[in-house]
């Protein structure tokens, strides 16, 4: 009994070494990144800064901060003049930002253009934009005649499913579009098109037409078409889509509803800077 004991508190203090370092552990990634957060900080103010600087700033040692500037540095958010020894913000920062900027962008302009959309067509009105291998809603707008209060705002959903997934699809660089038609699409319904060869087809339709129609293959009863959103440099940012349920968008409803769709997506293209 004694020796059973004896193991079981080895054991239990074994587990809490375990947990104390692990504890450790996740306190000191918290800190890497808020000094790492810290050093961006501090270039920003001073618009460059060596590493004794940075390190004074961050009351830390100067290897530590020469290790933080590494990371930073191999992910492109900062660089260094050599000549100078000095830091600066990166290029990757400018990439973030301008991320960041076209989502806000998008979302400022969007939200009169959905509303009208709405109104005219009654339907249920949304912006969705790439988020690595999916859709995402970041602007909706409901027409007087929606049914339902589903939400989409936020969702992210499958690109082979839906028209805009569709639409953001089929603008993205050949390479890229290839490696995400390669995966196992699932087939969320039996209408749902999961083949390589056939989603190609769709895609090509898609780019001749300006616009992308997907009927019950996200959800039963569900109908959409979609359109692209340009920004200042013909590059697609966005797709503009309305949809409602299928009793009521007939074929040669979904055909008005994307002629109405494009010319929606191109005022909001021209508001993003596209045409000018």
């Known amino acids: 009994m004694t020796g059973t004991r004896k193991d079981a508190d080895q054991s239990g203090n074994g587990d809490g070494r375990t947990a104390a370092r692990q504890s450790r552990g996740a306190a000191g990634s918290v800190q890497s990144v808020d000094r790492a957060v810290s050093v961006l900080e501090i270039l920003a103010r001073h618009g460059e800064a060596g590493v004794t600087e940075i390190a004074d700033e961050l009351e830390v040692h100067k290897s530590t901060a020469f290790r933080l500037l590494g990371v930073l540095e191999a992910r492109g958010l900062v660089g260094q003049a050599k000549d100078r020894g000095k830091y600066f913000l990166g290029a990757g920062i400018l990439r973030l930002a301008g991320a960041a900027a076209v989502r806000m962008d998008i979302s400022q302009e969007g939200g009169p253009v959905c509303r009208e959309l709405a109104d005219e067509l009654g339907e249920t009105v949304n912006i969705a934009v790439l988020d690595d291998d999916a859709a ?7 027409g007087p005649a929606s049914v339902t209060a589903q939400n989409w705002l936020g969702r992210r959903t499958p690109l082979h499913a839906t028209s805009s997934g569709k639409v953001l699809l089929a603008h993205l660089p050949t390479t890229l579009r290839e490696g995400l038609l390669a995966r196992t699409l699932p087939r969320l319904t039996e209408h749902t098109v999961t083949g390589t060869a056939a989603l190609r087809g769709e895609l090509e339709s898609v780019t001749d037409q300006g616009y992308a129609v997907a009927v019950e293959e996200l959800e039963i009863g569900l109908a959409a078409v979609a359109a692209p959103v340009r920004a200042h440099d013909s590059k697609v940012i966005g797709a503009l889509s309305a949809s409602g349920p299928v009793y009521r968008l007939t074929e040669d409803r979904l055909i008005e509803l994307a002629k109405r769709t494009v010319a929606a997506a191109q005022e909001l293209s021209r508001r993003m800077g596209y045409g000018f």
């Open 136 to 142: 995402v809603n970041i602007m909706q707008a409901r």
